[in-house]
């Protein structure tokens, strides 16, 4: 087909969160016309990273081998599990530095309309984290949406099933309803988990 292989390039951008098709074509003809070892030294990095990243096996974060930086790190508290949606809700609360227990990254929310229920997102590691008896407050950071409360009311009732004096709070509700944590200033988010209550 003609120009294929361009218009592959703008699915490609397009796909990404946040860039829609006039971005799209802003990038491509930008990277193509004037700044093709950019472009090279992207694809690299890209190639690099595909090979290099993956989940850390303790929390599920993004890192380069097997166990990240925060769960090597011997000064965070390990009586302190914060519960994210994902890493970039993880970087936002690690922006704050008002945190210094260890994360979980989810594998996704609990989603009733589309189907997802707990026994697709693998919740078990998590569980047997807490049933270590070594985690005393999990902290579920995940957002105010149908969602996310689904995922945080689950998660309250099986977390107290396997530790029965485990403490489950939630961010205060200082976080706009439906705004993703990464979306939210360093303040607020500190705010959230100075105010945090215990998830019922
Ligand atoms: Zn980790």
Do not use: W
Request: proline fraction near 3%.
């Amino acid at each position: 087909m003609k120009d294929d292989a361009l218009e592959r390039l703008k699915a490609a951008f397009r796909s990404l969160p946040g860039i829609g098709p006039r971005s799209a074509q802003r990038i491509v003809s930008r990277i193509l016309a004037r700044d093709r070892d950019s472009a090279k030294a992207l694809c690299q990095a890209l190639d690099d990273a595909l090979k290099s990243v993956k989940r850390c096996e303790i929390c599920g974060r993004l890192c380069e081998g097997d166990i990240c930086s925060i769960c090597q790190d011997e000064k965070r508290d390990v009586t302190q599990i914060c519960v994210v949606e994902s890493d970039e809700d993880l970087e936002a609360i690690e922006a704050t530095r008002n945190f210094n227990g260890r994360y979980f990254v989810l594998a996704g929310l609990i989603d009733p309309a589309f189907g997802t229920g707990a026994e697709e997102l693998d919740f078990e590691r998590l569980f047997e984290i807490v049933s270590q008896g070594i985690v005393k407050e999990v902290i579920l950071a995940t957002p105010f949406t149908p969602q996310g409360d689904a995922t945080a009311h689950y998660l309250a009732r099986f977390l107290k099933a396997r530790n029965a004096t485990i403490h489950v709070t939630r961010l205060s509700r200082g976080i706009p309803a439906g705004i993703e944590l990464e979306y939210t200033d360093a303040n607020t988010i500190a705010n959230a988990i100075y105010a945090r209550k215990e998830e019922l």
